[in-house]
């Protein structure tokens, strides 16, 4: 399942790169890229535990910049 949300407040593109990371590395996650340009995010993950992973996703996002929000 793919999921296409919106990161607002990213003020840094290796904040960004982490952040993409930290997401592709959770249990269930296929992919994750994040746009620092246009805020876009695209997690493809399996469709069982999605919930759970969004969640987690956005715990990395503010654990690598407070400022910056997941809109789910």
């Known amino acids: 399942m793919v999921k296409i949300l919106k990161i607002e407040n990213l ?20 992919s994750c890229s994040i746009s620092f340009l246009t805020g876009k995010v695209i997690i493809d993950a399996e469709e069982n ?17 407070s400022g910056a929000k997941l809109k789910l």
């Open 11 to 30: 003020d840094c593109a290796n904040c960004a790169a982490k952040m993409e990371r930290g997401i592709a590395a959770l249990a269930g996650v296929k």
């Open 49 to 65: 535990g999605m919930d759970d992973t969004l969640a987690a996703a956005v715990k990395i996002v503010k654990k690598i910049e």
